[in-house]
């Protein structure tokens, strides 16, 4: 057994020598290989990243859209049945159903107090229908205290139907640019 080991040990010592080289060498090869896969990994990771960041921004942006589009039509909305109930209020003042001018003189200034939390108002709009919101409080308590009783006088006094005719006109105004810019939003879209 010592012979066959002895004879043998040239053979497996330079088999064993060129085994350990190849083994180091595809040690290195396999080790750059694996770098690479990392920096590669890497490289499409950050661009999966930029990507992203483009696709989360878009999104952003359509939705910024979106919510402006809804809040267009929301106060838009609220605009029509303000106007509605306004109109309503002067038909009402003009066949002097007294208890209906009370209810609707009241909504109309809760829809007042609603259309002056939009940030889309200007001051040229904000500040005629703050005034209208404390004017139809005072057309609602004339009309409880001189028109709810028995035979109340015809109409109402100028400067209190004033009050809805300004009213209406701001709303106009208002219907006017929200309709402009729910067509423009459309033609953009």
């Known amino acids: 057994m010592v012979w066959y080991f002895e004879a043998t040990k040239p053979f497996v010592d330079h088999y064993a020598n060129h085994s350990s080289l190849f083994g180091l060498l595809l040690s290195v090869v396999g080790f750059g290989v694996t770098v690479w896969t990392v920096f590669e990994t890497l490289r499409v990771n950050a661009k999966s990243q930029e990507e992203l960041q483009t696709q989360i921004q878009a999104a952003r942006q359509e939705t910024k859209a979106l919510l402006s589009r809804i809040q267009l039509k929301s106060m838009g909305d609220l605009c029509e049945h303000a106007f509605y109930l306004a109109t309503e209020a002067r038909i009402a003042i003009r066949s002097e159903t007294w208890h209906r001018v009370v209810d609707i003189c009241d909504r109309a200034r809760q829809h007042a107090l609603q259309i002056l939390d939009y940030d889309d108002l200007n001051d040229s709009e904000r500040i005629p229908i703050r005034a209208t919101v404390e004017d139809l409080k005072t057309v609602v308590n004339f009309v409880e205290k001189y028109r709810l009783k028995a035979n109340p006088p015809k109409g109402l006094p ?14 106009q105004r208002i219907r006017s640019w929200l309709h402009k810019r729910v067509m423009e939003n459309s033609n953009v879209n």
Request: glycine fraction near 0%.
């Open 158 to 171: 100028r400067e209190k139907v004033a009050v809805i005719d300004s009213y209406i006109d701001t709303l």
